[in-house]
């Protein structure tokens, strides 16, 4: 068992003293750890690009939203109306405004 070991131990110390295998290591270490592209700015880059596309999917949707909205109320006066009421609580003149405000519950 002892001569295997001591082999093995062998091929590691020579494994060591091996250039190209030392500046290959090194480059390794150098690209992974301390280069401006490293893994740790890679996992970053990956997360912002995920969180962008996810806002720019949402942004998409209210865009496709506003713009069915928009699209209603140029083609039909009575949701144009309604729109009003609601939303900036305009009224005829002959008309009175109530707004019913549910009330808080404390818990």
Do not use: G
Request: glycine residues 0%; hydrophobic residues 40%.
């Amino acid at each position: 068992m002892k001569i295997i070991e001591l082999i093995s131990m062998q091929r590691l110390i020579s494994l060591f003293k091996n250039k190209f295998f030392l500046v290959t290591l090194a480059f390794l270490v150098w690209m992974i750890f301390f280069d401006k592209n490293d893994l740790f700015s890679q996992y970053e880059y990956r997360h912002q690009v995920t969180k962008l596309k996810q806002e720019r999917d949402f942004y998409k949707a209210e865009t496709d939203q506003v713009t069915k909205e928009l699209n209603e109320l140029s083609s039909n006066p009575q949701q144009l109306e309604k729109f009003a009421r609601e939303k900036y609580l305009m009224k005829k003149d002959n008309e009175d405004v109530y707004l019913v405000v549910p009330e808080k519950t404390e818990k």
